[in-house]
C-alpha cells in the first residue's frame, strides 16, 4: 500500500513531467511559427496596413444598390457570364464522369481483397497516389500546353486528379464488400472481371455513386479556378476582371460563383441522402 | 420471398429468366437515366469541344512533354527551388498557426453549450461560409492586388479560408464535453474561463490538435499552387518554368513538391496517431 505522501510526490511529479512536456511543445510552436511568419514575409505593419485595404477591396465590389436598374446595370453582363457558368459546370461534370470511370475500373486492382498480385496492388496504388497528389492546377498548367487553351484542358486536368482521389476511395468500399457473392462466383468458375462486376459492383455501386457526386460538387468549385491558367469557363472571366481592377464584375461574378456553389452543394446532398437510402434498401 | 415452400420445382428457361429479370417499370427507369447521362455526357463534349482528334494530338503532344521531363534536372537552380518550397512550407505553417489561433476564441463563441449569444454564433458561421464558398486561390488573387506580390498574400488568403472551417471543427469539439464535468465544476463555482479550462479543454485538446494537423497537410497542397498567381511559394518557379519550356525542371520541381506534400503527410499522421493514442490512454 502507498502512503498518501507517496502519493502526493507522484502526483507532483506527474504534473512537473506535464507542465514541461506542456512547456517544451509550446515553445517548439512558437519557434516554428517564429521562422515560418519569417520565411513568408509575415510583416505585422504591412499586414495592419493591408487589411484595411482589403476590407475597401470587397466593399468597392459590391456598387450602391437603389433600384432594380441598379442590379441589372452591375449584372451587366448576365448573359455572358451564365453561359461561362455553364461551360464551368460542363467541364466538372465530364470531369467527374471521366473520373469516376476510370477510378471504378482501378479500384479492383487497388483493392486489398481483389487484386491478382501484389504488383498489381502496389503500381495501382502508386499510380493513383500520383494523379491526386499533383495540384489540379499543375495537371491544368501542363495540359494547356499540350492541349491548347480552351476548356478540354481542363476537363482532363480534373480527371486525372478526381481519377486519383476517387480510386483510392472506391478501392476502400471494394475491400468493405461482403466475400460470399465474390467466393459462390468464383466456384462456379467465373473470371476475374466477372466476378469483379457480378459480384462486388452491385455492392460497391450505391457507394461509388454518392462519392462521386460529392466529387462533382468539389469540381465545380475546383472547374471555378482553373480558368485562371487558360482553360475557360467562368474562372478566366473572373482572372482578368480581378487582373483589370473591375470591382463592380469581380464582386458580380463572386456573387454567381458562390450562389451556384451553394445551390449544388444543397441539390447534391439531397441526391446523396436518396443514394445512399437506396443503397440502404437495395441489397 | 412469397413465402411458399421451397421445393425444387422444375423450372422452365423461360420462367427462370422472368423470375430474374426485374420489373418492366424499373427497367424503364434505369433505361431512362442511362439515355439522360448519354445525352448530357454528349451535349457537354459538344460544347466544351471534345473531339477524337484534339484528344489524339494532344495526347501525342502530352506524351513527348512528359519524355522532354525525363530525367528530372534543376539545372542549377535548386538552391532556387529548394528556397522557394521552404517558403511554401513556411506559408501553410504560418497560416495554419493563425487560423487555429484566430479559431480558438472563435470557437468558444460558436460552441453551443458556451456561446454566449446565439445570434453572434448564427452571424460568425454565416461569415465564415461566405469565405469558405470562394477558392482560395481566389482570395490570394484579390489580395495580391492589395498587399502586394509574396507570401503574405497566400498567408492571409489561407488563414481567412480555413479559420471559418476549424472554428466549427473546434465548436463540434467543445459541444462533446461531458456535460456532467461543467455542470459540477459550475457547481462547484468556478467561472467561464475555469469551466473551459478544467471541463473542457482537457478532452478537447487532442483532438483539436489533430485537426489542425490535418489543415497543415492540406495548406500544404494548396501552398503549392498559390504561387502561380503570385502569391508566394513554389507555384511560381512551376508556372514560370512551364512558360520557358524547361522541362527539366518543371519534373525536378514536380518531384520536389511531391516529396514534400509526402514528408509533410508522413510527420503529421504520425503525431496524429500518437494524439489519438495519448488521447485514448488519458480518458
Given amino acids: ?283 | 420471398m412469397t413465402g411458399a415452400p421451397m421445393t425444387a420445382v422444375p423450372m422452365t428457361e423461360a420462367q427462370l429468366l422472368a423470375a430474374v429479370t426485374p420489373p418492366f417499370a424499373d427497367r424503364l427507369r434505369l433505361r431512362a437515366a442511362w439515355t439522360g447521362l448519354f445525352a448530357l455526357t454528349a451535349f457537354c463534349a459538344w460544347f466544351v469541344d471534345l473531339s477524337p482528334a484534339r484528344l489524339w494530338e494532344g495526347f501525342g503532344k502530352l506524351g513527348r512533354l512528359v519524355w522532354l521531363m525525363l530525367p528530372p534536372d534543376p539545372a542549377g537552380f535548386l538552391g532556387e527551388f529548394a528556397a522557394a518550397l521552404a517558403e511554401t512550407l513556411a506559408m501553410a505553417l504560418a497560416a495554419t498557426l493563425l487560423a487555429a489561433a484566430l479559431a480558438f476564441p472563435l470557437s468558444l463563441l460558436g460552441a453551443r453549450n458556451l456561446a454566449p449569444h446565439p445570434g453572434l454564433r448564427f452571424g460568425v458561421r454565416r461569415l465564415f461560409d461566405l469565405l469558405r464558398g470562394v477558392e482560395e486561390l481566389i482570395w490570394a488573387m484579390i489580395f495580391v492586388r492589395v498587399v502586394g506580390l509574396g507570401p503574405m498574400a497566400g498567408v492571409i488568403a489561407l488563414t481567412l479560408s480555413e479559420t471559418g472551417m476549424l472554428s466549427k471543427l473546434f465548436a463540434e469539439t467543445f459541444e462533446q464535453a461531458e456535460q456532467r464535468m461543467v455542470d459540477s465544476l459550475r457547481a462547484a463555482g468556478a467561472n467561464k474561463a475555469e469551466v473551459v479550462r478544467f471541463a473542457v479543454l482537457p478532452r478537447a485538446l487532442p483532438v483539436m490538435a489533430s485537426h489542425v494537423l490535418y489543415f497543415l497537410e492540406s495548406n500544404v497542397r494548396s501552398s503549392t499552387i498559390l504561387g502561380i498567381v503570385g502569391a508566394g511559394g513554389v507555384g511560381f518557379q512551376l508556372a514560370d518554368r512551364i512558360r520557358v519550356n524547361e522541362w527539366r525542371q518543371v519534373g525536378c520541381l514536380i518531384v520536389l513538391i511531391l516529396l514534400a506534400v509526402a514528408t509533410i503527410d508522413w510527420i503529421s499522421g504520425r503525431l496524429r496517431r500518437r494524439l489519438i493514442e495519448g488521447g485514448k490512454s488519458a480518458a
Fill in chain 1, 1 to 283: 500500500m502507498r502512503s498518501a505522501e507517496d502519493f502526493d510526490s507522484a502526483w507532483e511529479q506527474a504534473r512537473r513531467d506535464k507542465r514541461r512536456t506542456l512547456a517544451a511543445g509550446g515553445a517548439i510552436v512558437a519557434a516554428l511559427f517564429a521562422v515560418s511568419a519569417w520565411r513568408s514575409e509575415l510583416d505585422p505593419v504591412r499586414l495592419a496596413e493591408g487589411l484595411p485595404g482589403i476590407v475597401d477591396y470587397l466593399r468597392q465590389t459590391i456598387p450602391a444598390l437603389r433600384s432594380a436598374a441598379d442590379l441589372r446595370e452591375w449584372f451587366w453582363g448576365l448573359d455572358r457570364w451564365l453561359l461561362l457558368l455553364a461551360e464551368t459546370l460542363a467541364i466538372a461534370f465530364l470531369a467527374t464522369l471521366l473520373g469516376t470511370a476510370v477510378a471504378a475500373l482501378l479500384s479492383f486492382s487497388a483493392a486489398r481483397n481483389l487484386a491478382r498480385s501484389r504488383w498489381e496492388r502496389t503500381l495501382t496504388r502508386r499510380a493513383l497516389e500520383l494523379a491526386r497528389t499533383v495540384p489540379v492546377l499543375v495537371f491544368a498548367l501542363i495540359f494547356v500546353v499540350a492541349f491548347g487553351g480552351g476548356p478540354l484542358a481542363g476537363v482532363l486536368a480534373l480527371a486525372v486528379h478526381s481519377a486519383g482521389s476517387l480510386g483510392k476511395l472506391f478501392s476502400e468500399v471494394n475491400e468493405n464488400a461482403g466475400m460470399g457473392p465474390v467466393d459462390s462466383l468464383r466456384a462456379t468458375g467465373a473470371g476475374w472481371a466477372q466476378t469483379a462486376r457480378y459480384a462486388v459492383l452491385p455492392q460497391s455501386l450505391p457507394s461509388f455513386l454518392s462519392y462521386s457526386m460529392l466529387r462533382f460538387e468539389i469540381n465545380v468549385r475546383s472547374a471555378s479556378v482553373i480558368g485562371f491558367v487558360g482553360v475557360g469557363g467562368i474562372g478566366q472571366e473572373l482572372y482578368y476582371a480581378i487582373r483589370q481592377f473591375l470591382y463592380h464584375d469581380v464582386g458580380a461574378i463572386l456573387a454567381l460563383i458562390v450562389l451556384t456553389v451553394t445551390a449544388i452543394d444543397l441539390v447534391g446532398e439531397k441526391l446523396r441522402g436518396l443514394v445512399s437510402d437506396g443503397g440502404a434498401i437495395a441489397p
